[in-house]
Structures are given as structure tokens and as C-alpha cells.
């Protein structure tokens, strides 16, 4: 019984100080989707998204940034994640083929509460692929973060720490 006590004891040898507490996170990575806007007429009609990126991983190049993206652009990113990594990549939120049906009560795609439920579900997919390690060396995943434009001619790399 005595043993217990000492090896509990043990773990409390170093008192938590001020700045441990509230001091800033040692790493973060913090991405939001946000302002969906919707651009275009009839067919070429589609929504984009605000990607906010704040970070102090040494991985990556930005600490902050802010880049627009539409749902296709997810795909793509998902699709090189699934081909290029060794990460078990999560689904997107759905593609809504009812919604695109023709001779609807509402907006479809463009529905407001489609709208907003499709960028929460941007969001968790962007912040479970970006939080996992492996993925994060990824190449594609720094463009489509990062970068102004996707350029999808892309040669698929690792990205090194800076």
C-alpha cells in the first residue's frame, strides 16, 4: 500500500505554472468554414466557402490565411488524400442529387439550410483530414489550404518542416 501512495506521489511532482495554464496552446491548428456565397447564373451557378486557417505547426508555411473554395475543390482534395496518403480520408458531406432535381418548393443547393448544414460538414471533414499527422505532409492539402488558386496539375509531393 505504501508503494501506491509514493508512485501517485510521483505524478505530481511538477506544479502546473501560470503560463501552462494560460499560456497559448503548444500546438493548434484552428480551421473554419465560413460565408458561403453563391456566384453565377442557371447551370454555372455554385457556392463558395471561406477556408480560415490559424496555425503554429512548423508544418505549415502560413500561420494565418484565407482562401475560397467551392464543393468540387473538396472533392478533389479528398480524392488526392485517398490516392496519395496512407490516411483513411472521411467522407464529404452528401451530394444532394435530390436538391438538384428540377420544379423544387425551395432553392435546392442553394437553400439557405442546405447551405449551412453542407459547410458544418466542410468544416469537420476539413478539420479531421487537416488534424491527422500523415496528411498534413501531404502537398495537396497545403495548396487547397494556402494557396490562392488549386492548381490540380499539381505534382503530388511531402511537404517538409520549415
Known amino acids: 500500500m505504501a508503494d501506491t501512495i509514493a508512485d501517485t506521489r510521483r505524478l505530481f ?3 502546473q505554472n501560470l503560463n501552462d495554464a494560460y499560456g497559448p496552446p503548444s500546438n493548434f491548428l484552428e480551421i ?3 460565408n458561403p456565397e453563391t456566384v453565377g447564373v442557371g447551370r454555372g451557378r455554385f457556392t463558395t466557402y471561406e477556408i480560415r486557417l490559424k496555425t503554429n ?9 484565407c482562401v475560397r473554395r467551392r464543393y468540387s475543390d473538396f472533392e478533389w482534395l479528398r480524392a488526392e488524400l ?3 496518403s496512407k490516411v483513411v480520408v472521411p467522407p464529404l458531406p452528401g451530394k444532394a442529387l435530390f436538391r438538384q ?3 423544387r418548393g425551395d432553392d435546392g443547393i442553394f437553400d439557405d439550410s442546405f447551405i449551412e ?4 460538414g466542410l468544416e469537420q471533414f476539413l478539420n479531421k483530414v487537416a ?3 500523415l496528411a498534413q505532409n501531404e502537398r495537396c492539402l497545403h495548396m487547397f489550404l494556402q494557396d490562392e488558386s ?3 496539375n499539381y505534382t503530388p509531393s511531402k511537404v517538409r518542416q520549415a
Open 13 to 15: 511532482t511538477k506544479p
Open 32 to 34: 473554419d468554414v465560413s
Open 57 to 65: 505547426l512548423p508544418i505549415f508555411k502560413l500561420k494565418e490565411s
Open 82 to 84: 485517398e490516392r496519395e
Open 101 to 103: 432535381l428540377p420544379f
Open 117 to 120: 448544414e453542407r459547410r458544418q
Open 131 to 133: 488534424g491527422h499527422p
Open 150 to 152: 488549386v492548381d490540380k
